[in-house]
């Protein structure tokens, strides 16, 4: 599917495009740009910048976030019409934090073919040049704005031991950070890429206990956009889960499993996230 791109192919190809330096764009994308009838754009004045920078002259409908779904119609509506359309958002890849999602839903609900046409994405950009082991990555795009709801978030991500991957904006990220430093310990890793593919484009990697000074060494550390990686858990040992195993099975024999949860992780300190999942594997073997 998509070698070959015509307009009037009624088609819809989701593109991605540049997260900074208006080169990172590929072959295909600027291909599937020049070819198709429609261009629909999260803002039709970024998108035409890059038009501009790559001389395609393209005819742009907006798709705006707060209006997705009317979007969607729209653009459903064209593909009737036998039209092709290429969704782009405002940078990097469609639907990735960003609108997309509705748009191709309503499309593939409708029967027409979607076509990814691939390339950047703030979070594969900077999980490869984090150095960190990436055989496992939870993306957790935004975080609640409000405290009480992100560090509700973060505690349910204690015990993940993948590498944890967030996007922030420049004027919360010193109170994110303190939080992720709360919640998830000092001791882990985390790497702030910044202003990836910009002139000011910065990767550094510290321990969560230094990273809110860090950030205010230099105001210029907390300009920009930016993506936060942190370590995973470390993962829990066999002879750990052997313990958790006797305790629970002792607890769960007299208790309620929520109540035998609650005693077990007071007991042996370990995760509640880990336990209650022992805890409820133990129940269905029993
Ligand atoms: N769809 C985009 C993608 O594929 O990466 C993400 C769009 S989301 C609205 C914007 C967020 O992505 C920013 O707040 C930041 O967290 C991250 N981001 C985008 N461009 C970036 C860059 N050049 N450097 C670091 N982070 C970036």
Sequence with gaps: MGTEIRAGTATLYVVA??????SDITLRALEVLRAVDVIAAEDTRMTARL???????????????????????????LLAEGKSVALVSDAGT????????????AVRAAGYPVVPVPGPSAVVAALSASGFENSRFLFCGFL????????????????????LVFYEAPHRVVECVADLCVILG?????????????????IHRCQLAEAVSWLEADDNHRRGEFVLLVAGAPDVPNTDAVDFDNTLKILLAELPLK??????????????????ERALALKAEA
Excluded: W
Aim: overall charge positive; glycine content about 8%; some cysteine.
């Design 186 to 202: 000092g001791e882990r890793d985390i790497v702030f890429a910044r202003e990836l593919t910009k002139i000011h484009e910065t």
């Design 259 to 276: 109540q035998a949860v609650a005693l077990a992780v007071k007991l042996t300190g370990g995760s509640r996230n880990v336990i209650y």
């Design 94 to 105: 469609p639907a990735i934090s960003d609108p997309g999602a509705c748009v191709v839903a």
């Design 144 to 163: 609640p704005a409000r405290a009480a709801e992100r560090r509700g978030v973060l505690a349910d991500l204690v015990a993940q031991t993948a590498t």
């Design 17 to 22: 495009t540049p997260i900074g330096n208006l």
């Design 51 to 77: 038009l501009d920078r790559h001389g395609i002259a393209g005819k742009m409908v907006a798709v705006h976030e707060h209006n997705e779904r009317a979007s969607a119609e729209r653009i459903a509506g």
